[in-house]
């Protein structure tokens, strides 16, 4: 079992930046890749990014490329979710998920 919590949300300016966290608790999980998802008021859960096990492979999604990075450090069961330039289209809870386990979430709101 894995449990995950995020952290590092906010208010933050439009063009600023925030750097979440995803700190895992479980020995697996250096195993699995991690996701990261966000959930905007009366929209779908949304994919953003994920990496693999190793941290050598990385996607995004089209609507972040260039502007958010992901990163992970296995020595400290935490995932990295380095967003910059940030929208107010960015706003969401943000979520990150491993092996099917999900937290609880971290709110990000971009002002205009």
């Known amino acids: 079992q894995v449990q995950l919590v995020e952290s590092g949300g906010g208010l933050v300016q439009a063009g600023g930046s925030l750097r979440l966290s995803c700190a895992a608790s479980g020995r697996t999980f250096t195993s699995y890749g991690i996701y990261w998802f966000r959930q905007a008021p009366g929209k779908e859960r949304e994919f953003v990014a994920s990496?693999?096990?190793?941290?050598?492979?990385?996607s995004y999604a089209d609507s972040v490329k260039g502007r958010f990075t992901i990163s992970r450090d296995n020595a400290k069961n935490t995932v990295y979710l380095q967003m910059n330039s940030l929208k107010p289209e960015d706003t969401a809870v943000y979520y990150c998920n491993c092996n099917n386990y999900w937290g609880q979430g971290t709110q990000v709101t971009v002002a205009s």
């Open positions: 990496i693999n096990w190793s941290g050598m492979s990385t």
